[in-house]
C-alpha cells in the first residue's frame, strides 16, 4: 500500500482484506501496478493510488498519490474498465473506448505519445464490446469478433490480422490472449 492503491485512506501495508473508503454500488474493478479503478453501477469511474503519469484521472501530473478513490474527470456512461502498468481504459455505453495516464508506447491510442491525465478517446475504434490494459499496450474487442491493439509504438489502434470470431480477450505484460467461439485461445506477442 506503498502508493495508496488499497484506498483505504493510509499507507500501511494490509495483511488481511479492508473496505476501500467512499465507495459504494460498485460494477466493476481493475487494478493496475500502483493504482486502482473501479466502475460504479451510474457510470462513474473511481481510482487511487499513485498518480506519476495522471492515471487516476484527476486532471494533474503529480508524484504524490490518492489514498482514497476519486472521481474520474469527464467520464459518464461506463460499462467496463481496465488498469493498466501505469494507463486506465474505459468502455462507454455507445461503444467508444477511452483511455488515459501513460503513453510513453503509445498506448492510449490517440496518435500521440503523450500522457493524458484526463481521459481521451482512443482513434477509430467503434462497436467495442471489451477492453483490457496490459503493461504498455491495450487491447480492444469489436462486436464482429475482431481484435484491436494499440500501444508498443503503434500509437492508434490496428487490426490483428488472421484472428475472428473472438469471445474474450486479455492483454499481459508484452503479450496479448483471444479465446475464440470455438474454445480455442490463441496468443502472440506485442508489436
Given at each position: 500500500n506503498f ?68 472521481q ?81 509504438n ?28 470455438d ?9
Amino acid at each position: 500500500n506503498f502508493w495508496g492503491q488499497i484506498g483505504d485512506g493510509t499507507y500501511i501495508n494490509k495483511l488481511m482484506p479492508v473496505s476501500t473508503l467512499n465507495l459504494s454500488d460498485i460494477l466493476e474493478i481493475a487494478a493496475g501496478d500502483s493504482h486502482s479503478v473501479a466502475l460504479k453501477n451510474d457510470g462513474t469511474v473511481w481510482a487511487w493510488g499513485w498518480n506519476g503519469w495522471g492515471q487516476i484521472g484527476s486532471g494533474t501530473y503529480d508524484e504524490t498519490s490518492y489514498p482514497v478513490p476519486i472521481q474520474v474527470l469527464n467520464l459518464n456512461n461506463v460499462v467496463a474498465v481496465s488498469a493498466g502498468l501505469y494507463h486506465s481504459l474505459a468502455l462507454k455505453s455507445d461503444g467508444s473506448v477511452y483511455a488515459w495516464g501513460c503513453n510513453a508506447n503509445g498506448q492510449l491510442g490517440n496518435g500521440t505519445t503523450n500522457p493524458s491525465n484526463v481521459p481521451v478517446k482512443v482513434s477509430n475504434l467503434s462497436n467495442i464490446i471489451a477492453i483490457d490494459a496490459g503493461d504498455s499496450h491495450s487491447l480492444a474487442l469489436k462486436q464482429d469478433g475482431s481484435v484491436w491493439i494499440w500501444g508498443c509504438n503503434k500509437t492508434t489502434p490496428i487490426q490483428i490480422q488472421g484472428l475472428s470470431n473472438v469471445i474474450a480477450i486479455s492483454a499481459g505484460s508484452g503479450f496479448s490472449l483471444a479465446l475464440k467461439q470455438d474454445g480455442t485461445v490463441w496468443i502472440w506477442n506485442c508489436n
